[in-house]
């Protein structure tokens, strides 16, 4: 009897260890989860900090950035105004220059004129309602010829080519009261390159250039246009 007894106790106690037993993991797991739900939290709540510490870094990087791109804008707006300044000071003091000069002895390639006027030119609306636009800085008029003059500080390539291809048509079109009139052509600079020189002479081109308070005069090679 007492066999059997033993047997039912030890019976009964592993019947409640296989019904509780369960319910013990199932607390463990609920824990775990418990305890996993609470460090994502945390884990989130980090990230957040962490992305609003980012995008504060990244905002005031981005204002410092733009304030530097500000001020070099208007340190290079500065400098182009003052360069520009400078430049046109330079242009100026070519134009009276040269005007002088030619004024004095109303002289070009050894053609005397009667009179002499600064920025000449003017403007044609043409049939297809194009605009021709022909302007010399210096023009020198006599009877039967006129010497068109270009000045620059420092004359380009291209100012020597446009004289022919573009600002000589234009005044035959602008100026047809001048049809049988003979055109000189005259560049005065400041600085002259020597493929100015060899441009201006191909094209039959005088030149005029400041040497010390003097000018001195390339137009051995001038053609009337």
Not at 60 to 67: A, G, L
Not at 80 to 88: L, R
Not at 130 to 158: P, R, W
Request: proline residues 2%; hydrophobic residues 40%; glycine residues 6%.
């Amino acid at each position: 009897m007492q066999n059997e007894g033993d047997s039912f106790f030890f019976g009964l106690i592993c019947l409640i260890f296989i019904i509780f037993a369960p319910m013990k993991k199932k607390g463990d797991i609920q824990a775990k989860l418990a305890k996993t739900d609470q460090l994502i939290k945390e884990m989130r709540e980090e990230r957040k900090e962490a992305d609003k510490k980012f995008y504060d870094m990244l905002k005031e990087s981005n204002e410092k950035f733009y304030d530097m791109l500000k001020e070099a804008n208007e340190k290079f707006y500065d400098m182009h105004k003052e360069i520009g300044g400078i430049s046109n000071s330079n242009g100026d003091f070519a134009e009276e220059f040269f005007y002088n000069s030619l004024k004095k002895t109303m002289s070009f390639a050894n053609i005397h004129f009667d009179m002499i006027s600064d920025k000449f030119g003017g403007t044609r609306i043409m049939p297809d309602k194009t605009e021709k636009k022909a302007q010399f800085d210096i023009v020198l008029h006599n009877g039967d010829s006129l010497a068109l003059i270009e000045v620059k500080y420092k004359a380009e390539l291209e100012d020597v080519k446009e004289m022919v291809e573009k600002k000589v048509p234009n005044f035959r079109l602008i100026y047809p009261q001048f049809a049988k009139y003979k055109l000189y052509l005259g560049i005065g600079s400041l600085v002259l390159k020597d493929r100015i020189v060899q441009e201006a002479k191909k094209l039959g081109i005088g030149l005029m250039k400041q040497r010390g308070d003097a000018v001195e005069h390339r137009t051995g090679w001038v053609k009337a246009y």
